[in-house]
């Protein structure tokens, strides 16, 4: 059974940075493409961030230059650094752990960015 846990969402002023980890038993994550997505009000659920099994890495348009994805398998954990968050960056971040066709995806954690 493949099991998340996420952290690190709150509440942040615009300008603030916060830290997401993601831990994930029940597969062996270096197997796994690790990515970070967020679903706003009446929004569909978009990529912030993605790292691949090999270290290739990509971020959604918004996020560049702001945002920073790492991963550490000895830990199962995958982390997400948002820095000069803005309202825009609002949502439920979700972690999801991908590998031939297989998908899943962590509860969620909200992220709130506001003065």
């Known amino acids: 059974q493949v099991q998340f846990k996420e952290s690190g969402g709150g509440l942040v002023q615009p300008g603030a940075s916060l830290d997401l980890s993601c831990t994930v038993s029940?597969?062996?994550?270096?197997?796994?493409?690790m990515g970070w997505y967020r679903q706003a009000p009446g929004a569909q659920r978009e990529l912030v961030a993605l790292?691949?099994?090999?270290?290739?890495?990509t971020y959604g348009d918004s996020v560049k230059g702001r945002f920073a994805i790492s991963r550490d398998n000895a830990k199962n954990t995958v982390y997400l650094q948002m820095n000069s968050l803005e309202p825009e960056d609002t949502g439920v971040y979700y972690c999801?752990?991908?590998?031939?066709?297989?998908?899943?995806w962590g509860q969620g954690t909200q992220v709130t960015v506001s003065s």
């Open positions: 999801r752990a991908g590998a031939d066709g297989s998908y899943y």
């Open positions: 029940g597969i062996f994550l270096n197997l796994y493409a």
């Open positions: 790292i691949a099994s090999g270290g290739t890495i």
